[in-house]
């Protein structure tokens, strides 16, 4: 009698808690590009070494990565994966700060194409981000994955009430759904491990950031009721569309008068917002873009103010991802990381119309919220 051995399986299986620690990157990817630059700015670009030597931030960057890599490969504790995720992040923003050195000959460390390439990486990390906190289809096998990483919580005495939970419900659907009998057997052998005396329940209490967190959260849902959030988008899409829309405002008043468009003109060259031939083109399609999200966004305030709250939360939605992914990028080119703080209010209004949309779809309303 012959026994056939199963062919090994490859497909990946993304880990638990995977999101989370993608938003800890993302964050500190991001922190660690602002704050360097910030800090080279406030300190004149100081150079770290003497002589020949100049040990440029990029190498720490690659230090982080490499700590972020190591710790990975030597520890199997749950803890690392969060901490891991934090250096790859600092590591990353180090090395991608850096970029404007790497595609230019002359090591340009300030050459425009610089911020919008750092912009682009972020942004696809996000879009990496979004499609892991997706929600999967039941796949039995990475149930078991997942319910086996969590179970390493028994080993370090440090298993929590919902940690409980969520392997006792992965493991009893495994066991009720599968036709793989040896998926089924392991399930419901760990079921009944997980039953036994032996397994002990902890309560931790949570850390300072949790708490703050949670009083955010019980704040917002009592604070920032559908008609206040309704007026605050209307007031933000307003004062940004009107931002938005300066530059092209004035150039068209401008361009009635030959005088006064070369005044204008002049005023952008000695600003630096044109600086040659290639430039006026990146500066024309700033200004175009820019000005038609200004226009989109006025039009969405106006249809909330006119209560077709539906059409202009969507409007919205869409007009801000398209500053956010799209324009964005033309405005780091010419702009460079002034644009940083104009990306992080589109940013928070763009969390604040996917709420007021997502309340709408709930049909929660103002007397519903002062009710609980």
Do not use: C
């Amino acid at each position: 009698m012959t026994t056939t051995i199963p062919k090994m399986v490859r497909a990946p299986v993304s880990r638990t808690g995977a999101e989370h620690n993608l938003l800890l990157m993302l964050l500190s990817f991001a922190s660690s590009v602002v704050l360097t630059r910030l800090f080279l700015e406030l300190t004149g670009y100081p150079q770290l070494g003497s002589g020949e030597l100049h040990i440029a931030h990029v190498l720490w960057g690659g230090l982080f990565l490499f700590a972020s890599t190591l710790i990975q490969l030597i520890m199997s504790n749950r803890w690392v994966y969060p901490l891991a995720a934090v250096l790859g992040g600092i590591g990353v923003g180090l090395f991608i700060d850096e970029v404007g050195k790497f595609i230019t000959a002359t090591n340009d460390y300030f050459h425009p194409a610089a911020a919008p390439i750092i912009y682009a990486t972020f942004l696809l990390t996000v879009f990496v981000y979004l499609q892991v906190r997706k929600p999967r289809t039941f796949d039995e096998r990475a149930e078991l994955y997942w319910a086996l990483e969590t179970l390493r919580e028994v080993l370090d005495h440090h298993l929590e009430q919902f940690e409980y939970h969520d392997i006792e419900a992965r493991l009893a659907k495994v066991s009720e759904e599968t036709e793989n009998p040896v998926y089924r057997s392991l399930s419901t052998h760990l079921l009944a491990f997980l039953h036994s005396e032996y397994v002990q329940i902890v309560s931790v209490e949570p850390g300072w950031w949790a708490r703050a967190y949670e009083s955010m959260r019980r704040w917002s849902r009592r604070w920032l009721t559908p008609n206040r959030l309704k007026a605050v988008l209307i007031g933000g899409m307003i004062a940004v569309g009107a931002w938005e829309l300066r530059d092209l405002i004035q150039l068209l008043l401008a361009a009635q008068d030959p005088e006064q468009f070369r005044r204008m003109v002049a005023m952008w060259t000695e600003l630096g917002d044109i600086a040659s031939i290639t430039s006026i083109f990146w500066f024309a399609a700033r200004v175009a873009v820019e000005g038609s999200v200004g226009f989109l966004l006025i039009l969405a305030s106006s249809l909330l103010a006119l209560k077709r709250e539906r059409a202009g939360a969507s409007l919205a939605v869409l007009t801000l991802m398209f500053a956010l992914t799209a324009v964005n990028l033309v405005a780091f080119y010419v702009d460079q990381f002034s644009t940083i703080l104009t990306a992080m209010i589109q940013f928070v209004l763009l969390v604040a119309a996917l709420l007021f949309q997502r309340r709408l779809e709930l049909g929660v309303s103002d007397e519903d919220i002062s009710s609980r």
